[in-house]
T-cell receptor, first 112, second 116 residues
Framework: KNQVEQSPQSLIILEGKNCTLQ??????????LRWYKQDTGRGPVSLTI?????NTKSNGRYTATLDADTKQSSLHITASQLSDSASYIC???????????FGTGTRLTIIP | EAGVVQSPRYKIIEKKQPVAFWCNPI?????LYWYLQNLGQGPELLIR????????DSQLPKDRFSAERLKGVDSTLKIQPAELGDSAVYLC??????????????FGEGSRLTVL
């Protein structure tokens, strides 16, 4: 069964600090991996997409990495801001049928 | 461009009552999804449509849940009768589908259901 596991489950950091969120998956065959940000009470919004051939992709202060060999991805947030407080969800797409497997998310809290 | 629109945003009902949620996807998006999200969890797929056709409804509890997507645009998700365990956020998402767009979901704000 395809699975996506995220760690940590929750994280609290001081404003201005950096942090890294992890995503491990077993989805095969692999099409792409996306990181979504979900603010409280809102729907998820896509941050980045990683395909098989991509190792790193940045979107402002967010940098995602992908190691397709070990089936691991990370999302690094630089110089965190209060607005980064949200849940971050890793989603992996299966090649061929476009089936999506969602992780349970990491709840990030930035404190001033 | 308008995003995915869902209504109602909030709904409180007593158990055994029916409830319906409506979703208007982004114009031109052929793929529409309904997800259920419990607090602190990731979304779980209920049903996926390609145009009017339900291509994956394997996780939809068909004894009490039903969905339709008439004319391949708007969609309605219904629960009848609702149970206490149905309390959750119901998310609708649409996607342009296919190729590099695979997995690019655009979500609505969700409909939060509370069953008393």
């Amino acid at each position: 069964k395809n699975q996506v596991e995220q760690s940590p489950q929750s994280l609290i950091i001081l404003e201005g600090k950096n942090c890294t969120l992890q995503c491990n998956y077993t989805v095969s065959p692999f099409s792409n991996l996306r990181w979504y940000k979900q603010d409280t009470g809102r729907g998820p919004v896509s941050l980045t997409i990683m395909t098989f051939s991509e190792n790193t992709k940045s979107n402002g202060r967010y940098t995602a990495t992908l190691d397709a060999d070990t089936k691991q991805s990370s999302l690094h947030i630089t110089a965190s801001q209060l607005s980064d407080s949200a849940s971050y969800i890793c989603v992996v797409t299966e090649f061929g049928n476009e089936k999506l497997t969602f992780g349970t998310g990491t709840r990030l809290t930035i404190i001033p | 461009e308008a995003g995915v629109v869902q209504s109602p945003r909030y709904k409180i009902i007593e158990k055994k009552q029916p409830v319906a949620f409506w979703c208007n996807p982004i114009s031109g998006h052929n793929t529409l999804y309904w997800y259920l999200q419990n607090l602190g969890q990731g979304p779980e797929l209920l049903i996926r449509y390609e145009n009017e056709e339900a291509v994956d409804d394997s996780q939809l509890p068909k004894d009490r849940f039903s969905a339709e997507r008439l004319k391949g645009v708007d969609s309605t998700l219904k629960i009848q009768p609702a149970e206490l365990g149905d309390s959750a956020v119901y998310l609708c998402a649409s996607s342009p589908g296919g190729g590099i767009g695979a997995g690019e979901l655009f979500f609505g704000e969700g409909s939060r259901l509370t069953v008393l």
